[in-house]
């Protein structure tokens, strides 16, 4: 899911609309796949898989999105155990996996997991790793608008669950899911 070099986000002018929910931010001429089956605005990427360098720390949102989705490991690109349980690693923040716990890292295959935690510069610094029996779509991490002026409140990117009214003010950049009954385990007492 990470971005090649001549994958770029398109900027494009956000504008208000109007719909039967009331206001929120839009594109000008937009069709229907800037937004997603719960309304949220996406951001705009160019798509060029290959082309250029890997930007590790970069991540192609609808590259994301889809992994996230349909449950495939964010490394391969391939399906992940059809109804979990699912290997999920994460940046240690100090704690194990919580239930509950909101990310927006897709899973991941065994195979891509331990070569993930050699290579990848946030997980060498140390990882976490749970299987997870359920996984729900929550939200968004995006940047948020604000209405007044339709400017982005500060660039960063802000975690917006879909039944927020910020979702309407937000531009999407990944999705993110819940996280539910997580096992903590460790990857090199995983079998390949």
Known sequence: MAAWSEERARRPLVVRRADAG?????????????RDGHGALWVRQS??????????????????????????????????????????VLRDVGRP????????????????????????PRLREGHVAAMVGRAEVWGVAGVVHRPATLEPADGALHVVAYDSP??????AHRLVLT??????????????
């Open 166 to 171: 910020a979702i309407r003010w937000t531009v």
């Open 22 to 34: 009331g206001e929120r931010i839009g594109y000008p001429g937009e069709p229907a796949y800037d």
């Open 47 to 88: 798509f060029a898989p290959g082309r250029g360098r890997p930007q590790f720390q970069n991540v192609h949102a609808l590259r994301q999105r889809r992994a996230a989705r349909r449950m495939l490991c964010q490394v391969c690109g391939r399906p992940t155990p059809r109804g979990g349980p699912w290997l999920f």
């Open 179 to 192: 996280l539910h009954d997580c096992a903590p385990v460790r990857l090199d007492a995983l079998p390949a």
């Open 97 to 120: 996996v919580e239930e509950g716990e909101r990310t927006t890292a897709p899973p991941v295959c065994v195979p891509c997991a331990r070569v993930s935690v050699r290579h990848c």
